[in-house]
């Protein structure tokens, strides 16, 4: 199933994967730090989500209180959560 998540308090504006029996597949981030967003995208790319979920789960970015990675891990936990 594809999940879409907007998220909160940093420069991407939107994020789609795929979780597929736990594995996560297709991430895409809109907006923010291109570069950095495709790197995060193919280092998760194949990985337990719930994993990579607990691993990012609290990074910042800058004086920011969260990050993409942030984010992203939080859309993970939603996603496990509505599976």
């Not at 795929?18 to 291109?34: L, M, P, Q, W």
């Amino acid at each position: 199933m594809t999940y879409s998540y907007k998220p909160k308090g940093v420069c991407s504006t939107n994020i789609t994967f795929e979780i597929i029996d736990g594995i996560i597949k297709n991430v895409s981030f809109k907006g923010g730090c291109n570069g950095n967003l495709k790197a995060i995208s193919k280092l998760v790319e194949g990985k337990q989500a719930i994993e990579i979920a607990e691993t990012l789960l609290g990074n910042t970015c800058g004086p920011r209180s969260t990050s993409c990675a942030d984010q992203f891990a939080k859309a993970l936990l939603e996603a496990i959560e509505k599976q």
